[in-house]
């Protein structure tokens, strides 16, 4: 299906449900995601940024690792055999009356974004690389395997079927929409990287020897473009706004200004302001159109 098909169709489906949007009424907007979404509650909290438009609420219900494990966003249900939401998302779909329509309801999800450091921050085994179609200016190493970009992709999308599975267990009843956030680009420093903790509780996690490489950054963008074409293609078929990083966070290559960097992986809250504007100029324009 092509792009304007597809979005004529969301449309057409919009229409039909009646969806109107009254400008008197509360626009709640709900975060939920792993660590990425972290940056977007910490701008919250120190109030680097409040919604420009009267009547839009910001709530971050459900965050981190710990409360929203990655590989549990979605869970087999016993006595139904089908895909169901992480019960704390949707114990907490219900406290926050997501379900009740009472508000104009949004959905902003930032699920499953570090796919592409787990397979590339650190140099992988045996070495590969590969060209991007959409940057095949970027060296390649020549002491690697080259692999063709449909193999690489077809990673990203064997992981990501957790991802399409918990689209579609995301209520649409008395939804006005569903964002999804893609991951910060990676830092190009790799001095930034070595010099983080979060590098060394990584190399943990993934069971890497103590001199394990840090990949090179060209390498790295590369990963992530591949990640951010899957992710882009998923969102389209489950009718989810794909919303891209802010432009103002990344230098003339596309990587992380040092400004927002934080960590070897992640954003700063500086960074997370600029992506909460993004949102609420994202569903503006939405609304602007239903």
């Known amino acids: 299906m092509t792009t304007s098909l597809r979005q004529a169709c969301v449309s057409l489906r919009r229409l039909l449900k009646g969806q109107r949007r009254d400008p008197s009424k509360t626009v709640s907007v709900f975060f939920f995601g792993q660590s990425h979404v972290v940056c977007l509650k910490t701008a919250w909290k120190r109030r680097l940024y409040r919604p420009k438009n009267q009547g839009f609420e910001f709530k ?36 926050y009356g997501v379900y009740g329509g009472s508000t104009e309801t949004w959905l902003v999800s930032m699920v499953r974004g570090n796919a592409c ?28 395997q080259l692999l063709p970009y449909d193999a690489v992709r077809a990673i990203f999308n064997q992981y990501s079927r957790r991802t399409a599975s918990f689209f579609k267990c995301l209520p649409r009843k008395n939804i006005a929409g569903i964002l999804h956030i893609e991951a910060p680009p990676p830092i190009p420093s790799e001095k930034q990287v070595y010099r983080s903790v979060e590098r060394v509780l990584l190399r943990r996690v993934l069971g890497r020897a103590r001199g394990t490489r840090v990949s090179p950054r060209e390498f790295r963008m590369k990963l992530w473009k591949a990640q951010c074409d899957v992710n882009r293609e998923i969102c389209a078929e489950n009718d989810i706004i794909y919303v891209t990083p802010p432009a103002e966070a990344l230098d003339g290559e596309g990587y992380l200004l040092p400004k927002a960097w934080f960590g070897a992986t992640h954003a700063s809250a500086w960074y997370g302001a600029l992506v909460l504007g993004k949102i609420e100029a994202v569903i503006t324009g939405e609304r602007s159109r239903q």
């Open 60 to 95: 971050f219900i459900l965050s981190g690792q710990r409360q929203f494990p990655s590989e549990q966003i979605v869970m087999r249900s016993p006595s139904t055999d089908t895909d169901v939401l992480h019960p704390g998302l949707a114990q907490a779909f219900d406290e």
């Open 117 to 144: 450091n787990m397979f590339g921050l650190f140099e992988p085994e045996p070495p590969f690389d590969f060209v991007h179609p959409a940057v095949p200016e970027l060296p390649v190493r020549t002491d690697a």
